[in-house]
Each structure stands twice: as C-alpha cells, then as structure tokens.
C-alpha cells in the first residue's frame, strides 16, 4: 500500500487544480469558492477512508467535486440533475472580476466557448486542461475506458473549433 501524505500537503497541491475545475464548470467566483470549501471540507472528513492504491488523489478529489456539483445541480424534487439555465439562483457569469485566467482577450473567448458548451462537455475539458488527468484517471472517473475519453475528446475538440471557426483562438485548439 502507498503510504499518505499529510492532508495539508494533499490541499496544497491540489487546491488550484480542484478550483480550475470546479471554476470551468460553474465559471463564476463566489459558487466556486463555496464549491471548493465544500470539496475540502469532504475529502478532510473522509481522508481516512481513501486508498491510494485504488485512485490517485487527484481522482479522488475530482469524484468528490464532481459529486458535489451533481449536488449543486439537483432540485429538491427527486427528477434529478438540473442545468445551470434552468437554476433560479444561477448568476451569469461576468468577465470582470472574476477568475484571474480570464482577464485578457483571448481568456474571455475561452469563457464564451465554455460557456456554450454543456455541464458534461466542461467537465471534460476541466479533466483534461485544468487538472491535467491523463485519459486511464478520466475514464475512471466517468466509468469509462480510455479510448472512449479519447473520443470523446476529439470530438469536443471539433466542436469548440466550429465554435471558433473564424477567430483567432482556434490556433490554440
């Protein structure tokens, strides 16, 4: 069995990591910053239980934002997942202000292309881009091989650049 590192070290790797992510889905501040507490607050709780010899920490933390978003998303009916769109509290996102990675020009094309693109599709790219999992730590967290990850992201990836099609941005896709 791998041994643990301490908890503090655990938040202080992956703290930026959890926030981009958790950020990329949400894209406002203030919820992040709930959100994130809120995932610390768990995976604090529950760090005694984990196994490092069953997920990476970044797994682990990733289902764990992962599950709390689900959580954010669920009304108080039992229907289930419900969409940023259809949230009576959801404060549109805003360009100023808000999270250091989007104040220049070519940042706020990202943040329009995510914001066009649906829960599930951001929280690939978070996966991907803002926490840096390889495609084996992704499918384990969506339940799925890493080929169909792969798929999936090519074809996300052609999507975002239709999105794109005549500015400069696409470069970078």
Known sequence: ????????EVYEKNFSSVYNFV????????????????????AYAHYDGYDPSKASVKTWLTNIARNTLIDLYRKKSSKGYVSLDDDENFVEPSYEDEYEIFKEASEQEV??????????????LGMIYFQ????????????????????????LL??????????????YL
């Open 1 to 8: 069995m791998n041994p643990k590192e301490p908890f503090e």
């Open 23 to 42: 950020y990329a889905q949400l894209m406002h501040k203030e919820r992040t910053e709930d959100v994130v507490s809120e995932v610390f607050i768990k």
């Open 111 to 124: 943040m329009s292309i995510l914001s066009g693109l649906d829960p599930d599709e951001r929280e690939l």
């Open 132 to 155: 840096n999992m390889k495609n084996e730590e992704i499918g384990q967290v969506l339940g799925i091989n890493a080929k169909a990850v792969s798929a999936r992201h090519h074809r």
């Open 158 to 171: 052609k999507k975002c650049r239709e999105m794109v099609k005549d500015k400069d941005i696409s470069d």
